[in-house]
């Protein structure tokens, strides 16, 4: 009667637990298209074009009097954006594991994001000053969303699932983009055919992807549940600045040093992977001479192959653990980079090898550091962990463009720039090879599993 008892208790949690995963992937599913729609191929361009149009004779716009040149605008934006998310980040993940309830402040963040990104719409004329306001606020929302979703997977997930639900996770999230990202170019490349301006085409695809964000939302904040707060963590304590959390954060974080070492490592190869996404069209346009729809076409393959990628490393990760599939990746870049160099220009059909290339690693290398690290976190601090590694993931990507920009400065050849991020992903991997995984989860208190 005992045994039996025992047997249908641990059969309703765990099927609990897939319930809640599978709400949990819709998230991915859900702000997804934000990253790929409104980030990386629509707004950027967008928003420059209404800065130019409110731009004076010289080219600079003046928000709060500070001459801007039009050019500059999107960037520092962005940049504005990475702070304010890294004030906020450290507030919320400890009032999340100080309270438990992570529920509510993931649904603020999901639908103030969504709703920034909804109300881009009315981004026509010359409005740049909105849409900065807009874009600040609804990349901050993503990041402290994304902290919050991302600290649910080590409770939701046993320590032997979590490399294949962060992979799913990952999958989720790439199918999304792509599959928005077809509709909305069909509207984009389309808009004659259907009635609209070019301007109008873009501002209904920011709309969309806010619309979607918002709506898929739901699934997740449906079927995830607050678990309360962590014993010993009162729910009563007051709150501090950022600034001061987040030193609280590092300063526990120095009790934990092998954990600490890992987010170093990860810290390193992830500012090669962000430099990547974000140069590479750089780099096909500048130094082999592609056009713009053979860049989207790139950036539309890189979405559909990193599905299949991020599903065939979390298999990898079961047979031979996520630290040494994480490595192979990292070797699989290097490689990629290498021939990217020696790319010949105007050759679109090896490009989009590169792209393909990309698309089979960068999924798998995220969703698998996503799950690796969630064993590394102390219990009851999850979210407040994960705001330190969303951190590194948004906010400490800087040291590639850098790179980049520097050696392309003092060489004059993309070429040199592109094989210059080799470096983050040697010194990622030396770096990861490391860091003794099992002796960390142990030391954070966590039970480590068969395969890691």
Known sequence: MGTETVRTEAADEAAGRRREQRGWYF???????????????????????????????????????????????FAYSVSLSVVVAVLVMPLVGAAADRTGRKKPLLAAAAYT???????????????????????????????????LYNSYLP????????????????????????????VNLGLYL?????????????????ASAGLWWGGFALVPLLRLRDRGPAAGRAAGQGTT?????????????RRHPLTLAFL?????????????????????????????????????????????????????????????????????WTVTLAAGYFLP???????????????????GSQALSRSLFSHLVPPGKEAEYFSAYEMSDR??????????????????????????????FVIGFILLARVPVRRAISDAGNRVPPTI
């Open 264 to 332: 170093l490592a990860y810290l390193v190869y992830n500012d090669g992977i962000q430099t990547v996404i974000t140069q590479a069209s750089v780099y096909g346009s500048e130094e082999l001479g592609l056009s713009q729809a053979t860049l989207i076409g790139a950036v539309l393959l890189v979405q559909v192959l990193a599905v299949a990628g991020a599903l065939t490393m979390g298999r990898l990760a079961r047979i031979y653990g996520a630290k040494r599939t994480i490595l192979g990746s990292l070797v699989a």
């Open 241 to 253: 600045s950022g600034f001061r959390q987040l030193a609280a954060t590092l300063r526990d974080m």
């Open 113 to 147: 994001g969504a709703a920034a990104t909804t109300a881009m719409f009315l981004l026509d004329g010359d409005r740049y000053l909105l849409g900065g306001l807009l874009l600040v606020v609804a990349n901050a929302a993503q990041s402290v969303a994304m902290m």
């Open 155 to 182: 409770q939701i997930a046993a320590p032997e699932e979590r490399d294949a639900v962060s992979s799913r996770g990952w999958a989720f999230g790439y199918a999304s983009g792509s599959l928005m990202l077809v």
């Open 27 to 73: 998230y991915d599913w859900a702000c997804s298209v934000y990253s790929t729609s409104v980030l990386t191929v629509f707004l950027g361009p967008y928003l420059t074009s209404v800065a130019e149009e409110a731009a004076d004779a010289d080219g600079f716009v003046h928000p709060l009097g500070i001459p801007v040149r039009a050019g500059s605008f």
């Open 345 to 363: 220009a105007g050759a679109p059909v090896w490009f989009f090898v590169l792209a393909a290339g990309i698309g089979l690693v960068l999924g």
């Open 190 to 206: 389309g808009h004659d055919s259907f009635g609209v301006s070019e301007g109008m085409a873009v501002r209904i695809c920011l």
């Open 395 to 424: 906010g400490m990507s800087w040291l590639g463009p850098l790179l980049f920009g520097l050696t392309y400065q003092l060489t004059g050849s993309y070429r040199d720039a592109i094989i210059s991020l080799v470096a983050f």
